[in-house]
């Protein structure tokens, strides 16, 4: 199916998984292409929608604009992916770390004709991606750059937001709901817009409290590979009005838990220079941030563009003595 546009077509593709079900893939292919592609991974009880509206507004629809081939996706569950959420349907999020990024990167370079991109991820989106790197390293020979978008793992902040949202729902009630319903019913109960399998959600669960990032299948700790190997150049941009979904000093420690890696932290908020403060979600929906998100997280690709694997690791190794030193480095202080 596509859809044309004046500076971009739309096409929507299937990414059968061998363990069953399915991703979606939505192609913003634009009408003379520059650079890289971008593929773009969304968070926890969301789909791919979030970089793009039905309206074509959104960061999807902006960078291939500006010549970007970007291709979202949906996890199988989400948007436009099969199979639902339901009791006795349920995935993991090892399952995604190992089966549903591997396709999605192998479909995004076979469509774009190339042998690497650029990843842009929101929020858990971007947890999910780093454990994917620490678990199978070869992908980062696809992966020029990347930009996360509020990603934290651990939430150690103390404020009224953190308790409500991470103390009594996400890990008080959304638990017992899980366990009443086979699944997490997120949208009825408006607290996304998509549903939760159960495994996935137990385990992020189990990831958001102050413990070791290991995985809750067979014990492999992230944490302990990432000191190893680091990511590839990551921008990791933090809301100044996100209380407890992706505080700036929540940001900040999961830096410290990617190991060694190029990297910027630029908070978002009129401290910087912006004219708002952004919180978790509007840092991708709010109409400023066409001008004053979106131009940043461009800029991060057009820089690493050209970037090779070999060199990628030289400026890891020349980060290790200080791991916060980098472009426009806005690190919050603790």
């Known amino acids: 199916m596509y859809e044309a546009y004046m500076d971009y077509q739309v096409s929507r593709h299937r990414i059968a998984i061998a363990s069953g079900g399915e991703l979606h893939l939505t192609r913003f292919r634009p009408t003379h292409p520059r650079g890289l592609p971008v593929l773009c991974w969304h968070g926890a009880i969301e789909s791919g929608r979030i970089f793009h509206s039905r309206s074509g507004k959104g960061l999807a629809p902006w960078l291939a604009q500006q010549g970007r081939d ?121 607290w996304g817009s998509d549903d939760e399998y159960a495994a996935s959600h137990a385990h992020s669960v189990a990831w958001v409290r102050d413990t070791a990032w290991r995985d809750p299948e067979d014990g492999f700790d992230y944490a302990e590979a990432l000191a190893q190997t680091g990511l590839p150049p990551t921008l990791h941009l933090a809301g100044s009005r996100d209380r407890a979904l992706g505080h700036p000093r929540d940001v900040a420690r999961f830096i410290d838990e990617c190991g060694p890696h190029r990297h910027a932290l630029s908070l978002l908020g009129r401290t910087s220079g912006l004219t708002r403060d952004y919180g978790h979600l509007d840092m991708l929906t709010h109409p400023h941030a066409a001008t004053e998100v979106y131009p940043q997280a461009l800029a991060w690709c057009q820089a690493h563009d050209d970037t090779a694997p070999e060199r990628e690791s030289s400026a890891r190794s020349r980060s290790e003595t200080g791991k916060r030193q980098g472009p426009n480095d806005k690190t919050p202080s603790r």
Not at 93 to 99: K, L, M
Request: positive net charge; hydrophobic residues 40%.
């Open 70 to 190: 970007v291709m979202v996706i949906d996890q199988r569950g989400r948007g436009s992916a099969l199979p639902r959420p339901a009791r006795g349907v349920s995935f993991s999020q090892r399952d995604v770390i190992v089966e549903e990024i591997t396709a999605a990167l192998a479909r995004c370079c076979q469509l774009g004709g190339v042998t690497r991109c650029h990843v842009m991820a929101h929020s858990w989106g971007g947890v999910l991606i780093a454990a994917h790197l620490a678990r199978v390293p070869g992908s980062r020979d696809r992966i020029a750059s990347q930009v996360y978008f509020g990603t934290k793992r651990r939430v150690r902040v103390q404020n009224p937001s953190k308790w409500l949202y991470i103390d009594v729902i996400w890990k008080g009630l959304a638990p017992a709901v899980r366990r009443l319903c086979g699944y997490l019913p997120a949208r009825r109960l408006r």
